[in-house]
Each structure stands twice: as C-alpha cells, then as structure tokens.
C-alpha cells in the first residue's frame, strides 16, 4: 500500500488523540479494485477500520499487529447487502426512497420507516404510488420539497453540488468544525471503578445504520450492548438483522413512568451511552450520568441551521455535493457504498474506546460528538484523490506549449523530467550527439 492509505489513517488516529507511533503496526493487504469511486471510499473505509482496530487493541494493552485486508473491509462496508434470512435478501431502500426529478434539479427523499412515508406524503399532499409523488415533487422545486417535507416531520433534501453545498450555512458550519470532537467534562471517575467486574456495558439508543454498526463492533469486542427503541416504532427487520448480532434488544417506552424508571436503572449501572437520534430529541430525559463515556452520532452535526434535523447517509451524499460528484448535475450519483454510515460507525467505536481508555488513566466524565457529514467533508476534503494535474507538466518548445504526462519511473537521485522536449519531427540531423 502506498503512503496514501497511510495518510488516512494517520489524520483519522490524530483526530481520536491516539499514539502516533502504533500506526507502525497497522498492516494493509487483500484484493485490489474495491468500492470503486471517483471519491477515495477504499481509503476511507481502510482508514476507520484500521483505527477501530488500534484503539482496541491499545485499550486490550495487547502488542501484535493490525491486519486491514480490503476483502474484508469492503465486505462489511455493504454488509446490508449480503445479509440473507433463510435465503431472502434484504429490503435496503423502501420504493419511495430515491432520487426524483423536481422542476430545476433533484431530490432524495427517504422513506424506510412508515412515519416517515406517512410525512412525505401528507407534505406532498399525495398518495403513495411514485407516479403520484414524481408528478407532486416535479412540479416544485427541490427546496420547496426539501422545505415542506422537513416541517411535516418527513425527510427530503435537494441534490446540491459540491460548490453549493460550500456556500450552504450548515456547509460552512461543517467546513470550520474538526472531524470530531472528544470533551472531558469533570474529574469524575469511571463508573466501573471499583464497582464491579464483567464486560463493559452499553446502551444503545441508535438507529440504522452508523450507531448499530458502533455498538455491535463494541459488542465484538466483549462488550454488553443493550439496545433500547421504542415499542411502537421497533427498528425495520432486515437492519435488526445486519445491525444487531452481538447485542440484546429491549422495548421501552420512556414516556411512561415505569419503563422509565426501568431505563433509569439501566443508564445508572452502564458505562457507555450510544445516542444516534437527532440532537436534542432526547434531551427532556437527563442522560447525563457522572463518569459514564456518552458517545452522540447526528446526521448534520448539532450546530448550524440543520443541528436539529433528522438525516440519513443517502441524504448526506445527496446534500454535500457527493452526489454529484459520483454522477453529475443532470443524474446524480451513489457511493459504493453507505460508506459514510459505514466508516462513522468504525470511527464512532474507536472513539469509545479511546475515551474509555484515557478514562481510565486520566478519570472524568467523557463526551464523543461525531456527524455524518462530518465524515463526509473528510471524504471530500481530507484524503487524498486522484489528480491528473499533479502528474503532468507544461513546457515550451518547436511543437509549441505542450502539456504532457510525467514518467512514472522515479527513484531517489533519479531525473525529474526529460531533459529536452519533442521536436519537429524529421528536424534533426541523423548523426549521434557529440560530447
């Protein structure tokens, strides 16, 4: 692997406060080829797996080494995908979760859930077959939708290209942010100290797809993940499915007394909270326990005018201009992969585990805040990408200015360049140069 792959994940390990020097003993090998894009997604994805990785192996005090092989890595990237239950594959995207034509641009609406097809429809004032709902959205633009959609509790958002998104008030919220942030909040000390033994605990309070992928790497690593939703709205079976093996799963309604005091009980006894619902829908329940390492995931992170919107990774893609850029203005694209919930989740376990860690060291109630579109301007802005111009070179000469490509042929006392440029063809004399 070349130092590219390193790169990532150097900046990522930086990011989480990490040792440099265990990046030395990350290892990267497998299949080539994999998650193709014109966005670097392989080197993403090899990037938060590997500091997962490192941070728990640091947090186990073990000293071998970290093998990343994109095989694997690019496998579980798109674990949705090849989940069967008894031979049927799943059901990824609800048929009114797409793309649609409005009347300047695109939308992407996402409609997974039935409260959320229920919104968009009463926004659109339609029914639920897609020529109702493409004829509703193609005679307004795609702000109007995003708009309307949004206040009736749905979720849509207007395809924007990577310039617009820039200009965007929660773009440039989300340009001027780190990739995540990591607070001690008081000197507290961990809520395990000296008060019992076992595995580390969990809540779970995440929805598909970076929050479960979180907890049940956690849940791998020995970890007790109890994960906690809502009766009436339990989580679409086929995620339950992916998202969900290692972990337990209970049903609690948390506006009534008796399971919230049952819940109470639970955030009194664990060591971690994971939250993936949008900033501020569970502020009106006091999770704040003194030594407890909380770990909150948003869509668009909890500032800006989109801090308290609801989103998901397709929705992400299509807002910040990465849909375009997979495809164009006139037909937008996809990733590969849901990579941004993806890589979120590996980047949101490591993390926890590196809170728990200096926690145990250093003490003190720990806070992780981390945003898919957080991890999208890293996509777009942080790692390496394939540009033609650094490979390239311009010149004068007898044919006129010409641009061309350099030689890949490099090495340490080597030449730069060709030492002269094509010249008029049949113009030299046929006789060798003389010293």
């Not at 990011?15 to 265990?22: N, S, V, W």
């Amino acid at each position: 692997m070349d130092n590219t792959v390193r790169t990532g994940t150097e900046s990522l390990w930086s990011a989480l406060g990490g040792d440099p020097a265990l990046v030395d003993r990350v290892e990267y090998g497998g299949p080539s080829g994999l998650l193709e894009a014109r966005l670097p997604v392989m080197d993403l994805a090899r990037a938060t797996v590997a500091v997962c990785s490192l941070a728990a192996v640091e947090r186990a005090g073990l000293p071998g080494r970290v093998r990343v092989d994109d095989g694997a890595v690019a496998t579980a990237f798109v674990s949705e995908r090849h989940l069967r239950v008894n031979g049927r594959a799943p059901v990824n995207f609800a048929p009114l979760s797409r793309f649609w034509r409005a009347s300047d641009g695109w939308v992407r609406t996402h409609a997974n859930y039935p409260h959320h097809e229920e919104a968009l429809l009463r926004a659109l004032g339609t029914t639920a077959s897609a020529d109702a709902v493409a004829a509703a959205i193609g005679g307004r633009t795609a702000v109007e939708v995003e708009t309307a959609v949004y206040e009736a509790g749905g979720l849509a958002v207007a395809v924007r290209g990577p310039e617009q998104w820039a200009a965007h008030p929660q773009g440039r919220e989300v340009a001027a942010r780190p990739l995540l942030t990591r607070e001690r909040l008081d000197e507290a000390p961990p809520r395990r100290t000296g008060r019992r033994t076992g595995p580390l605990r969990v809540l779970d309070l995440t929805r598909v797809i970076a929050g479960p992928v979180a907890t049940r790497t956690l849940a791998l690593l020995g970890a007790d993940v109890l994960r906690i939703d809502p009766p009436d709205n339990p989580e679409l079976p086929d995620q339950h499915a992916d998202a969900d093996i290692g972990k337990r799963t209970a049903a609690l309604d948390l506006d009534r007394p008796s399971d919230r005091r049952t819940f109470g009980e639970l955030l009194d006894a664990a060591d971690v909270l994971v939250t993936g619902y949008r900033p501020g829908a569970l502020d009106r329940y006091d999770l704040h326990r003194p030594g407890l390492v909380t770990a909150r995931l948003s869509a668009w992170g909890d500032y800006g005018p989109w801090g308290g919107r609801r989103g998901f990774d397709s929705l992400v893609q299509a807002a910040t201009g990465i849909a375009v850029t997979e495809g164009s203005a006139e037909q937008p694209g996809v990733l590969p992969a849901q990579a941004l919930d993806h890589g979120t989740g590996y980047l949101l376990a490591a993390a926890v585990l590196r809170s728990l860690t200096e926690q145990d060291r250093d003490g003190g109630t720990r806070l992780v805040r981390l945003a898919l579109a957080q991890t999208g301007h890293f996509l777009t802005h942080g790692l390496p990408r394939y540009e033609p111009e650094r490979y390239l070179a311009e010149s004068d000469g007898p044919l006129g200015r010409l641009r061309y490509a350099l030689s890949p042929v490099a090495y340490e006392g080597g030449p730069a360049d060709w030492s002269r440029p094509p010249g008029r063809q049949g113009g030299d004399e046929p006789a060798w140069l003389t010293a």
